[in-house]
């Protein structure tokens, strides 16, 4: 099983970023998939999900209105878009599925994302 996250890096604030993650070795389109994030120091936070079909979606109140997560079942990946980009956003991005059959999720390793200028 594999969950690879990338796309992160260094953004000016104000940008945008998109964050793919690559999934293998479940059935993809069994899962809720889930954007998490955390900043150092701070506990992980969940910023956005998506059902198994694509058709639901909820947002964290910190990111809704800037950012879209989607997923194509075909490609096994999920992606986050985010826009308007602050300090605040700065923090490792993990994606995570929830599957149906399975007691614990799967996780990624993490994508580091940095707002500054």
């Known amino acids: 099983v594999q969950l690879v996250e990338s796309g992160g890096g260094l953004v000016q604030p104000g940008g945008s970023l998109r964050l793919p993650c690559v999934t293998s070795g479940f059935i993809f389109s069994r899962c809720f998939m889930t954007w998490y994030r955390q900043a150092s120091g701070k506990e992980r936070e969940r910023v956005a999900g998506?059902?198994?079909?694509?058709?639901?979606?909820n947002y964290a109140d910190s990111v809704r209105g800037r950012s879209t997560i989607s997923r194509d079942n075909a490609k096994n990946t999920v992606y986050l878009q985010m826009n308007s980009l602050n300090s605040e956003d700065t923090a490792v991005y993990y994606c995570n599925a929830d599957c149906i059959g399975r007691p614990r999720p799967y996780w990624g390793q993490g994508t580091q994302v940095t707002v500054s200028s």
């Open positions: 998506i059902s198994s079909g694509g058709s639901s979606t």
